[in-house]
Nanobody, 123 residues
Framework: QVQLVESGGGLVQAGDSLRLSCQAS????????IGWFRQAPGREREFVAA???????LFYTDSVKGRFTISRDNANTVYLQMNSLKPDDTAVYYC?????????????????WGQGTQVTVSS
């Protein structure tokens, strides 16, 4: 069982940066693949980024490549550094965890979810 808590969201202007954090409970955190997803009003939840158990393999959706960076530390936290933010990045951001996943981009492969943190980017 893993519990996830996101933080770091807020209201920023286009071009600004934010760093989201996903704090996980449990001693086996290092055995989970962690993903970040987002959901804008009226839209389906979509994949943003994911990181492997070792932190070596990173996955990004095309729209955030070069702007977002996912990372994890040894203290049960995964980060999403978001630079050059755009109004289209406005959404609730969720982190998710899974012990086994065939495709880290697929939402249904994740077993545990946080409550989400709001990111709003004004133009």
């Amino acid at each position: 069982q893993v519990q996830l808590v996101e933080s770091g969201g807020g209201l920023v202007q286009a071009g600004d940066s934010l760093r989201l954090s996903c704090q996980a409970s449990g001693r086996t955190f290092s055995t989970y693949v962690i993903g970040w997803f987002r959901q804008a009003p009226g839209r389906e939840r979509e994949f943003v980024a994911a990181i492997s158990r070792s932190g070596v393999r990173l996955f990004y959706t095309d729209s955030v490549k070069g702007r977002f960076t996912i990372s994890r530390d040894n203290a049960n936290t995964v980060y999403l550094q978001m630079n050059s933010l755009k109004p289209d990045d406005t959404a609730v951001y969720y982190c998710a965890a899974t012990a086994q996943v065939l495709n880290p981009r697929v939402l249904s492969g994740y077993d545990y979810w946080g409550q989400g943190t709001q990111v709003t980017v004004s133009s």
